[in-house]
């Protein structure tokens, strides 16, 4: 805010370099405290550029050579219309009204936030959304689009691509956010599937992404994916349309417990069988835990003492050699005189329960690992 000591500047400071690049072309007016030209005035300053007229200034400014900077500008809804933002646009930092609707080529609207829904045809060439908030529905129709790039956005309700041929290349979704699942529809007959070059890492899903229909939706991506030879990919959303089957068994029904703890705990394990990350970290932790609970059993453990090689030797053993105590011979010889005490049930439950828990895990290991690297 400009206090009353220091000249008051009549300058449009919108674009984050401090600029405006309308400067000299549109008026600047004050609105809060902010001096803002016609283009980057807030949505609820009336005297803002109306929609038709900012049409008329784009289509102004793409003329000389296809190009034009509208960095931070503030897109109003253009009633029964789109704007049309042929050749090459820079739009970031902008800030879209609900329901707007646009046709652009090369679209580079990174940092923006959409407060609403937002539709966008992509005619030719590439659309570069990254970190873009989009508040409402986004509905964005691949037309003959080239790439599509939307790493690190959020989109807080429906996230839905129209028309994906396999000519699309390059489409990116690294680090998205999702309150929805993806809707993909893949226009068959302009190519046999999905896009080679699809990237999907570190998606995030919030639990309403496992909602009504969501199975479907992974399933189709699935399938594509699994045309497309891409097992990476398609064990993680083999593993989200497995969680979208758990989430929508009823709680409330005693039949569907069973198939959710089971289900659960394949998900917690393996990822549904194709995470051996998963199996071997928990293979890990468990050794850990069992290498403790001995050392406590037998009465070696000690705070801050050293590592007590026979105790996880003894662990091992219940690995290798599975079910040792329960053979109705007593054990004998290192590593289990020290630390296998005898004359309790206990040893035998728990050596049990650490046998079962550490070859089940082993043999998800393996499977997982089977699964992620075969060739098909
Ligand atoms: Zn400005």
Known sequence: MPSETEPVEQRCTSRPNGSCQFAGILKVREHHGRFYCQAHAPLEASWRCRPEVLQALIDEGLKPDWKIDLTAVVFPIFENNHYQLGGTVTARHCTFEGGVSLIGANLDMSDSQCLGSLWLNCNG????????????????RCGSVEGLDFSDSTAD?????????????????????????????FNIEAGSGMPQNWSFRRLSLRTSAYGKDAEGRFRTIRNRL?????????????????????????????SSWLPRSVSACYDWLAGYGQSYERAFGWFIGVQAVFVLLYSIMSGRFEWCGTFDSQVAAFTLAQVVKPFELLSARTPTGWPYVGVYMGGSGWWTIATTVDTLLSLTLVALFLLALRWRFRRD
């Open 125 to 140: 060439g590439k659309v570069i959304a990254r970190r873009v908030h989009f508040f409402g529905d986004v509905t964005i």
């Open 226 to 254: 699994h045309q497309n030879r891409d097992r990476e990919h398609e064990g993680i959303f083999y593993q989200y349309e497995k969680r979208a089957k758990r989430m929508s068994l009823p709680l409330g029904q005693p």
């Open 157 to 185: 309700r429906e996230f839905k691509l129209e028309h994906v041929v396999m000519a699309t290349s390059g489409l990116k979704l690294d680090g998205m956010k999702l309150a929805a699942a993806p809707s993909i529809e």
